[in-house]
């Protein structure tokens, strides 16, 4: 059948508060036109992010039940970590509160002034952690992923041939090499096995360890399923357990593929690295058998880790997805292409282009977007990635602007929805303005920085009005 559905009953909801647009401009000046600010209950339609923000089974709920808080021991863990090495068979799993503590414990194992670290695409947490350490984080994405209008299958694939000149280049300053499944910043797109192949041989043949950025481990897994030669009749579950037996180490968000509202784990074959990273959890996170979580979101990962393996619901996930893509194609919105997993990636810089990357046309589209019908999106371009470690100002590579659907959390009309918003933002895409930073952090800025319009105030608000 043509139609999508979801592979589920709702059995529970919660209301949505509908607002009116005069109240979401005042609200988003009062935020500092920095959607991070707003009050979750003042968003109709949350597309911030995947992180977190899935619906969990009645099988988790009931898991819940099962949780065990002892201190040490608990059989929460164990199951959790049975769950874990099921599909990821790792030597050694470090539970943590989410995944940047992943990423904190081992960038503080591995990097340090000297080092470099290569990846497809680091995202912002990866990259902040291993430049606190004084790391140089490196791109190293195919060309085919840094332009968005391009369709390639395996768009975030790491570039092979540069990853070889820089390892015989840097190869004694670099100590882990990552590769982020899928590549988030890059438009949602995933990694072919033959690709995840070719790192590991050049990692084995500079002696390097491979370190999987996996939070979207299943949604890559599926793409392989659908696009990579050889691999359509094999299962879903089959191929996460390649995927990772190509690889040293893993980090783990899992509020992505987990299916659960908090959590992650740091995964390692190394004794040496595991028992450092260990002594490194207590000191920040807790015991090793609880790494900062409560039994109860062990339990509720072990069955989800169980859950979005089932292609089913993979189907509905991408196929979803693709439904939003393709409608705002259909507008005459340029998206990132082919749609990508998790998130429908728009190009602010082609839809907006009477704006200067240092505008932040990203900014101004999630800006509108939220004015006109209550939708929080993402800018994932120059202010997120735009400053330097050395305080300097640069154009990240892409403007866009990420619409992250969460898991099992909306229908369908409420993809219609946001869908006919974008068609009254488009007709007046030529009148929007660009914005300025006035108040930033050090690191990280895209979180809690304030901005202010471009335009003067009058011509900001006619233009935020509806005639």
Same mark, same amino acid.
């Given at each position: 059948m043509d139609t999508i559905i979801e592979p589920f009953r709702i059995k529970s909801v919660e209301p949505l508060r509908l607002t009116s647009r005069a109240e979401r401009e005042r609200m988003i000046r009062d935020a500092h036109y920095n959607l991070f600010n707003l009050h979750a209950d003042d968003v109709i339609i949350d597309l911030l992010t995947d992180s977190g923000t899935s619906a969990m089974s009645a099988a988790q709920w009931a898991g819940l039940?099962?949780?065990?808080?002892?201190?040490?021991?608990?059989?929460?863990?164990?199951?959790?970590?049975?769950?874990?090495?099921?599909?990821?068979?790792?030597?050694?799993?470090?539970?943590?509160?989410?995944?940047?503590a992943a990423e904190r414990i081992l960038t503080g194992l591995v990097a340090g002034p000297e080092a470099k670290i290569p990846s497809n695409t680091h995202f912002d947490t990866t990259r902040a952690n291993i430049e606190a350490t004084g790391a140089e984080a490196v791109d190293l994405v195919i060309?085919?992923?840094?332009?968005?209008?391009?369709?390639?299958?395996?768009?975030?694939?790491?570039?092979?041939?540069?990853?070889?000149?820089?390892?015989?280049?840097?190869?004694?300053?670099?100590?882990?090499?990552?590769?982020?499944?899928?590549?988030?910043?890059?438009?949602?797109?995933?990694?072919?096995?033959?690709?995840?192949?070719?790192?590991?041989?050049?990692?084995?043949?500079?002696?390097?360890p491979l370190v999987l950025d996996a939070c979207r481990f299943a949604e890559n897994a599926y793409f392989i399923k659908q696009r990579e030669d050889g691999y359509g009749d094999r299962s879903v579950k089959r191929i996460v357990r390649e995927m990772f037996s190509h690889a040293d180490g893993m980090t783990m968000s899992a509020k992505k593929d987990a299916l659960v509202n908090i959590g992650g784990w740091l995964a390692l074959d190394d004794d040496a690295w595991a028992r450092e990273a260990r002594n490194q959890l207590i000191l920040t996170e807790g015991f090793p058998t609880y790494g900062g979580l409560a039994g109860r979101d062990l339990e509720a990962i072990a069955v989800g880790l169980q859950e979005i393996v089932d292609e089913d619901y993979l189907e509905y996930r991408m196929a979803s997805t693709r439904y939003l893509g393709e409608a705002l194609t259909d507008i005459g919105v340029p998206i990132v292409?082919?749609?990508?997993?998790?998130?429908?990636?728009?190009?602010?810089?082609?839809? +907006?282009? #009477?704006?200067?990357?240092?505008?932040? !046309?990203?900014?101004?589209? %999630? /800006?509108?977007?939220? $004015?006109?019908?209550g939708i929080r999106g993402c800018e994932i371009g120059s202010v997120m990635f735009g400053r330097q470690p050395d305080g300097s100002e640069e154009p990240a590579?892409?403007?866009?602007?990420?619409?992250?659907?969460?898991?099992?959390?909306?229908?369908?009309?409420?993809?219609?929805?946001?869908?006919?918003?974008?068609?009254?933002?488009?007709?007046?895409?030529?009148?929007?303005?660009?914005?300025?930073?006035?108040?930033?952090?050090?690191? +990280?800025? #895209?979180?809690?920085?304030?901005?202010? !319009?471009?335009?003067?105030? %009058? /011509?900001?608000?006619? $233009?935020?009005?509806?005639?």
């Open positions: 039940m099962r949780g065990d808080e002892s201190y040490a021991g608990s059989p929460s863990y164990f199951r959790f970590e049975e769950a874990v090495k099921e599909l990821m068979p790792f030597d050694h799993v470090i539970p943590t509160h989410q995944g940047r060309p085919a992923g840094r332009r968005p209008e391009h369709a390639h299958p395996f768009k975030g694939n790491m570039d092979l041939d540069r990853l070889e000149t820089f390892l015989d280049e840097h190869g004694a300053s670099v100590p882990i090499v990552m590769l982020t499944v899928t590549n988030n910043t890059g438009g949602g797109q995933p990694v072919s096995m033959a690709n995840i192949r070719g790192a590991k041989a050049l990692c084995e043949k500079h002696d390097v292409k082919p749609v990508g997993g998790h998130a429908v990636y728009i190009d602010a810089r082609r839809l +907006l282009p #009477h704006l200067d990357p240092l505008d932040y !046309p990203g900014q101004a589209l %999630a /800006v509108a977007l939220y $004015t006109t019908g590579d892409m403007e866009l602007v990420r619409l992250a659907i969460p898991r099992r959390v909306y229908t369908q009309s409420h993809i219609d929805y946001v869908i006919e918003c974008f068609e009254e933002v488009y007709a007046r895409r030529d009148e929007l303005c660009g914005y300025e930073i006035t108040e930033e952090p050090p690191q +990280l800025r #895209h979180f809690t920085a304030h901005f202010r !319009p471009t335009a003067p105030a %009058a /011509v900001h608000q006619a $233009t935020q009005t509806e005639s």
